[in-house]
């Protein structure tokens, strides 16, 4: 079993940054990927960015240079690192683990754990 804590959401002025750390405890050598993700109220859980152990990382083409995802893998923490915010960022974001990855997989159902979500409001 794997838990993951998210925290650092909160509300934000359009254009502000924030980032978020995820915590994983547990089994925590199974993890070979590491990921967000984000659900807007009405719309499907989408891809924000994963990383894999090794550092390999794909993130969805819309967000490329905007937001960056990072791994401390001594903290079994991953990170992400949210630029130039925009109302449309507007989510809950949650943090996934998956086990056992031989290639970087960026589906929602590829992932095996869940964090709980972080409410990241922008506000225009």
């Known amino acids: 079993q794997v838990q993951l804590v998210e925290s650092g959401g909160g509300l934000v002025q359009a254009g502000g940054s924030l980032r978020l750390s995820c915590a994983a405890s547990?089994?925590?050598?199974?993890?070979?990927?590491m990921g967000w993700y984000r659900q807007a109220p009405g719309k499907e859980r989408e891809l924000v960015a994963v990383?894999?152990?090794?550092?390999?990382?794909n993130y969805a083409d819309s967000l490329k240079g905007r937001f960056t995802i990072s791994r401390d893998n001594a903290k079994n923490t991953v990170y992400l690192q949210m630029n130039s915010l925009k109302p449309e960022d507007t989510a809950v974001y949650y943090c996934?683990?998956?086990?056992?990855?031989?290639?970087?997989?960026?589906?929602?159902?590829?992932?095996?754990?869940w964090g709980q979500g972080t409410q990241v409001t922008v506000s225009s």
């Open positions: 990383i894999t152990s090794g550092g390999s990382t």
């Open positions: 547990g089994d925590t050598v199974c993890i070979s990927a």
């Open positions: 996934a683990a998956g086990l056992a990855f031989s290639s970087i997989r960026i589906g929602v159902s590829d992932y095996d754990y």
